[in-house]
């Protein structure tokens, strides 16, 4: 089954831009993926599917200022224009045959 | 509006048995796969259990032969039974359901406690 690797944290200036990375490993490359994120205290909250390809479609109400890129075996997260709420969890997560798989989440801190 | 809302967590006892139940709204409840996921208070998130929309059932190898996932299509409810619980299962456990296999929406989620 596939591993999804992710960075422990992330920090970011306020207002600015931030690119979290999940990366697939080998042999499950062209994988879709989606992007959860976890407020302190609260529950996660999908944010968006992303193909192989780049394409992305968001789950409602999710702001402008968040999108998806892929390049390879690689699935990104872009935050622009930080604001203080942004700052959470993020986990990726696919689906393989009999399971379901998660990253080990990025804690993005926004300074 | 899609609201996921899980019941039945709690205390009991290592060897103990507890059944979590999740009431699903706003959506075909029969045509999409669901899963419960667990998260030990400060640690990442665990898949724990799915079940397709035909009724196949998959497991995490920790909880494989302990816990058994099931639903009532009629009553739009997905339950998770639990026995020879162990305090590492202790941890909240989130109802979540999919669309075309990736989660799309998240439970609110419920404690259990494995302690003596």
């Known amino acids: 089954q596939p591993v999804l690797t992710q960075s422990s944290s992330a920090s970011a200036s306020l207002g600015s831009s931030v690119k979290l990375t999940c990366t697939l490993s080998?042999?499950?490359?062209?994988?879709?993926i989606a992007w959860h994120q976890q407020q302190p205290g609260k529950a996660p909250r999908y944010l968006m599917k992303?193909?192989?390809?780049?394409?992305?479609n968001k789950g409602s109400g999710v702001p402008d200022r968040f999108s998806g890129s892929s390049s390879g075996a690689d699935r990104y997260l872009t935050l622009s224009n930080l604001q203080s709420d942004d700052e959470a969890d993020y986990y990726c997560?696919?689906?393989?045959?009999?399971?379901?798989?998660f990253g080990g989440g990025t804690k993005l801190t926004v300074l | 509006e899609v609201q996921l809302l899980e019941s039945g967590g709690g205390l009991v006892q290592p060897g103990g048995s507890l059944r979590l139940s999740c009431a699903a709204s706003?959506?075909?409840?029969?045509?999409?796969?669901m899963n419960w996921v667990r998260q030990v208070p400060g640690k990442g998130l665990e898949w724990v259990s799915g079940i397709s929309s035909g009724g196949t059932t998959y497991y995490a190898d920790s909880v494989k032969g302990r816990f058994t996932i099931s639903r009532d299509n009629s009553k739009n409810m997905l339950f998770l039974q639990m026995d020879s619980l162990r305090a590492e299962d202790t941890a909240v456990y989130y109802c979540a359901k999919s669309a075309n296999w990736q989660i799309d929406y998240w439970g609110q989620g419920t404690l259990v406690t494995v302690s003596s």
């Open positions: 997560e696919t689906w393989d045959s009999n399971s379901w798989v």
């Open positions: 706003g959506f075909t409840f029969s045509s999409y796969a």
């Open positions: 992303l193909e192989g390809s780049g394409k992305y």
């Open positions: 080998s042999g499950h490359s062209s994988y879709t």
